[in-house]
């Protein structure tokens, strides 16, 4: 938790000390009610006492209580004004966090981790420090103040309120030690309802089209009922608190006056007004104290969850990211689009094999390279390295003769346009998924939107719906077709007009016509555009200038369709499990 505070800045230390004095003057308006108690009872005890001496001292309680009542109010405020701050703060610090993790960070922590962890944990905190503002301030100086209020009124009493104390962190200590580790595992099972929730959310088709409900409801049963007997358990070791903190009160209150009754027994007649008036005083300022210790204990029930809580976000905070900015100025350098692979191997973090071994070729401005291999050959991986999602393990990856690790990685993806193997559409409109994103390339006009949905085969569907390019978006596209959101993506790429374009098997869900005419307008309308692309298709590489056969993370082969089909028997086999021997030949 403490780590936590850096994020409060001047502003709210400055509005921290101001709390301090508000909570100040509110435990002395709060202590300066019994004085004018015990001045009541002498006065009502006191023979020729006058009632405006009484009333006068019954108006100052009375304004002392709303005095109280006002500090409690601006405390709260500012209370409520730093714990929404600092949440603000936490957010935005793990969202940047997040947004700067490469995907070995991101595949760690998992994502309905850091779901939960950008949600539940930093509203833990919010929470514990709002009352922390309040009650960590404001208990000791209370139950210290209390004390040397009630020093010299008798050791008596002193010693049932000390053991009843005492007897209050003795069954706190108890029930932390229990709730703790119970707070961590729920923690983690908050995560783990939110993976299977988000699971069958996005997986609903297939969950339906398989029958498989009850299979998903047996999956979530078990992990709600985990978690749900989880925070049983902690309810009810906190449940047990405020009764033992109710018993321990009233017990205290009882033996002050089982204690006075034989004071008061046993003293002299005239001690007998001063030992009840000092009576009736000890019990309020008692109550006090017990009270400064049991808003200490509202604060520790709290604080485990948000301290496993605050633990967690910063296990995201001081997670440093494997893949950092270089220094390079890519504006000096005259080679476009141009990319290299030198001797590159690739295993996954954690991971016993490689994906990638050895890997070397080059691809020159305006080429289009295609990648081909069976399942698990390291096709996706390959172009995964072009991005820098993840880097290199062994060798180095070159985009225009420079380390991809030397460039900024804002202006190596400004070089990139990108079309991932499952198409990403956001909500918003039709133009808003084109035109999305930062680029260094000026602003994006109406014109250029639409021209990259014409080469991308996106305009005839665009044009057909209501609103065209202003019409919405669901989110991730559930309104549109595998096959519009594969035009779409594609045409938000094209728009980018990068040097290097990325296709990672970003035709599959189109036809055969529509895949040949959207190549077609590829390689007219961005001859200067370098063009990787990997594909399960021959007739999608078919035309490639290079075809890079990967089989089991080796380079098997390379050249154009007609030197692979004679040379490499990877490729071949692969073209005669999709095409004929005629189709072939006339390809």
């Known amino acids: 938790m403490i780590k936590l505070l850096k994020y409060l800045k001047t502003k709210e230390w400055l509005l921290v000390a101001l709390c301090a004095v508000f909570i100040f003057a509110q435990v002395w308006l709060d202590l300066k009610i019994p004085d004018y108690m015990q001045e009541i009872t002498v006065l009502v005890q006191t023979e020729g006492s006058l009632m405006a001496d009484v009333w006068h001292a019954g108006l100052m309680m009375m304004l002392c209580a709303l005095g109280s009542l006002v500090t409690a109010i601006v405390v709260c405020f500012i209370g409520a004004k730093i714990s929404a701050t600092i949440s603000f703060r936490l957010k935005k610090a793990v969202y940047d966090k997040v947004e700067s993790f490469s995907m070995e960070e991101i595949n760690k922590f998992s994502t309905s981790s850091l779901i939960t962890r950008s949600t539940n944990d930093i509203t833990q905190v919010q929470l514990f420090t709002f009352l922390a503002m309040q009650v960590l301030i404001k208990a000791p100086i209370l139950a210290i103040w209390a004390v040397f209020k009630i020093a010299d009124k008798g050791w008596e009493w002193s010693l049932a309120t000390i053991s009843a104390v005492c007897l209050l962190v003795i069954i706190l200590v108890i029930v932390m030690a229990f709730a703790i580790p119970k707070f961590k595992k729920m923690q983690r099972l908050t995560d783990n309802i939110n993976k299977v929730t988000r699971e069958n959310l996005t997986g609903v088709r297939v969950v339906r089209a398989f029958n498989a409900e009850s299979y998903q409801e047996q999956k979530f049963e078990k992990a709600n009922e985990e978690l749900t007997n989880t925070q049983l358990f902690t309810g009810k070791l906190m449940a047990v608190l405020l009764p033992a903190m109710t018993l321990i009160m009233d017990g205290l209150m009882l033996a002050i006056y089982w204690i006075g009754a034989f004071l008061i027994d046993s003293a002299s007649q005239i001690d007998k007004l001063t030992i009840f008036a000092d009576m009736i005083v000890y019990t309020s300022y008692a109550m006090q104290i017990v009270m400064a210790f049991m808003m200490l204990i509202m604060v520790f029930m709290i604080m485990p969850r948000a301290s496993v809580s605050a633990n967690r976000i910063n296990e995201v905070l001081n997670t440093k990211p494997n893949i950092v900015d270089g220094t390079y100025d890519s504006s000096n350098n005259d080679i476009r689009g141009e990319i290299e692979f030198k001797n590159v191997s690739f295993k996954y973090p954690d991971a016993d094999e490689y994906i990638l071994e050895n890997v070397s070729f080059k691809v ?125 993506a594609i045409a938000r790429a094209i728009a980018r007009n990068p040097e290097i374009l990325v296709f990672d098997d970003s035709f599959s869900a189109l036809d055969y016509k529509t895949d040949k005419v959207l190549r077609e307008e590829l390689n007219r309308q961005t001859k200067d555009i370098t063009k990787v692309i990997v594909a399960q298709r021959i007739g999608t590489i078919i035309d490639a200038d290079k075809i890079v056969v990967l089989d089991s993370g080796k380079i098997v082969g390379v050249g154009k369709h007609s030197e692979l089909i004679e040379k490499c028997e990877v490729y071949k086999e692969i073209a005669l499990s999709q095409l004929s021997k005629e189709e072939l030949e006339n390809a």
Request: aromatic fraction near 8%; avoid cysteine.
């Open 364 to 488: 020159e401005k305006g080429e289009t390279v295609a990648f081909i291999g069976s399942t698990v050959s390291g096709k996706s991986t390959l172009i995964n390295l072009i991005p820098r999602f993840y880097d290199a393990t062994d060798g180095v990856v070159l985009i225009d003769g420079v380390n991809v690790k030397d460039y900024n990685q804002k202006d190596l993806h400004n070089k990139i346009g990108y079309v991932a193997q499952k198409a990403v559409i956001f909500s918003g409109s039709i133009s808003s998924n084109i035109n999305f994103g930062e680029n260094d390339k000026g602003e994006m006009t109406a014109q250029d939107i639409e021209k990259s949905a014409n080469i991308a085969q996106a305009s005839s569907f665009i044009e057909s719906m209501p609103g065209k390019y202003d019409s919405n978006i669901a989110q991730s596209g559930t309104n549109l077709s595998g096959g519009q959101k594969q035009r779409l």
